[in-house]
């Protein structure tokens, strides 16, 4: 257990961003609240700054944590839709002005500089869903896939409108805030592939465009899994043939499981390539190998 332990805090102490790693040696005190050690046994370091930073949560095998913390599943239980609410006890959204003045009054009182635009905008609150009032900067430490999918779907709307409301600049906030982050922007790219594939899966015969959605494939178009001549890819497109009545409903593994009974069902059903068509084909090429005439007896 104790091996187990310091192997856990090694890993956190790794995943964690300069700014908070020193403030995790800074801060480091015993009961007495006196330095641990002896001022000429360590080096001298300044207190951290905060940039506005968000610290990712990660899982023990240094992956992303996307899953929502315990505070925010707490904030989730207590959330209740604006449509539930009468109009007239309905919270009034803010400004984007209102919004930018309470982050950098927020930031003063915390004794940091508020000309830091990075700073400001990590202390910006959300002002819709289930997380309203809650800072950028909290969103995405404590709900990724949210914040993720949040920010696929507003780019997406952004392609199709340039709407100034309130609603939609706070969105333009968050994006920004969010995506100057590489690991985060990877998951917002994700997110949007999928919407986009999704969409396209909509039309007319285009059901192989949707992403997978789950497991090792999950990234891939179901038409390109069912397709695939990899070894790998065949034996797991059988394994779903095989989960047909043990996989949950409406979820999207069986959505795959339907589209691969489909596709199996349209192989069926093709009719064998006919005797005369394969000799017609067979006499054309010939013909045209040998630059002349031949008569097919």
């Known amino acids: 257990m104790a091996h187990l332990i310091s192997t856990y805090i090694s890993e956190a102490l790794e995943s964690l961003p300069e700014y908070y790693f020193d403030k995790f040696v800074f801060t480091l005190r015993d009961r007495r609240k006196t330095p641990r050690f002896r001022c000429r046994e360590v080096e001298e370091t300044k207190a951290p700054v905060d940039t506005g930073e968000p610290v990712l949560r990660k899982t023990p095998n240094g992956d ?60 910006s609150s959300i002002q819709f869903g289930q997380y309203r009032d809650k800072t950028f900067k909290w969103l995405l430490e404590n709900d990724l896939r949210y914040t993720a999918r949040l920010v696929a779907q507003h780019r997406n709307e952004r392609q199709h409108t340039t709407e100034q409301n309130p609603h939609m600049v706070n969105k333009d906030l968050l994006t920004s805030y969010a995506i100057a982050y590489t690991e985060v922007l990877k ?105 002349g005439t031949f008569k097919f007896k």
């Open 64 to 123: 992303l944590d996307l899953n929502p913390s315990q505070e925010a599943k707490c904030c989730s239980a207590d959330y209740w839709p604006l449509r539930s609410v009468p109009a007239h006890r309905r919270p009034k959204m803010k400004m984007p002005k209102e919004v930018e003045d309470e982050a950098k009054a927020l930031v003063v009182s915390e004794g940091k500089d508020p000309s830091n635009k990075r700073l400001v905008l990590s202390r």
């Open 187 to 291: 998951e917002v790219t994700s997110r949007h592939r999928a919407i986009e594939a999704e969409e396209k899966s909509m039309e007319p015969g285009q059901e192989g465009e949707a992403l997978v959605g789950f497991g090792r494939y999950q990234n891939e178009t179901l038409k390109d899994l069912y397709e695939s001549k990899d070894k790998c890819k065949i034996s797991y497109v059988e394994f779903l043939r095989g989960q047909r009545s043990s996989c949950s409903k409406a979820s999207k593994m069986e959505d795959a499981i339907k589209y691969i009974l489909k596709c199996d069902q349209k192989r069926r059903k093709k009719p064998p390539q006919s005797t005369s068509s394969f000799r017609g084909k067979w006499r054309r090429s010939l013909k045209k190998a040998q630059g």
